[in-house]
């Protein structure tokens, strides 16, 4: 089982700059693709980026330009950069990770973690 848990969410200005982190933990042996989404009040959760272990990256056209993403795969982190926020960044947003495998060569079932609110005030 995987754990993850995200930081790094607050309260900012349009136009200004937040990191999440994500920090993954537990028993396992790699985790191909990493990636950030976000729900905001009565909307679905949408994906907002992915990076896998080799580092292609994807992102949503919303962000692109703005956020970017990264992976230190030596500690097990992500990170989602926010630049030029807008209030429409406004959400929860959540790290998940996918293609879990331990030791034994078992592949795990994805993991979510718990979220953390972005709120960027007009």
């Known amino acids: 089982q995987v754990q993850l848990v995200e930081s790094g969410g607050g309260l900012v200005q349009a136009g200004g700059s937040l990191r999440l982190s994500c920090a993954a933990s537990?028993?396992?042996?790699?985790?191909?693709?990493m990636g950030w989404s976000r729900q905001a009040p009565g909307r679905r959760r949408e994906l907002v980026a992915t990076i896998t272990s080799g580092g292609s990256t994807n992102y949503a056209d919303s962000v692109k330009g703005r956020f970017t993403i990264s992976r230190d795969n030596a500690k097990n982190r992500a990170y989602l950069q926010m630049k030029s926020l807008e209030p429409e960044d406004t959400a929860v947003y959540y790290c998940?990770?996918?293609?879990?495998?331990?030791?034994?060569?078992?592949?795990?079932?994805?993991?979510w973690g718990q979220g953390t609110q972005v709120t960027v005030s007009s």
């Open positions: 537990g028993s396992f042996f790699s985790i191909n693709a």
């Open positions: 998940n990770a996918e293609g879990i495998w331990d030791y034994s060569g078992r592949r795990h079932p994805d993991s």
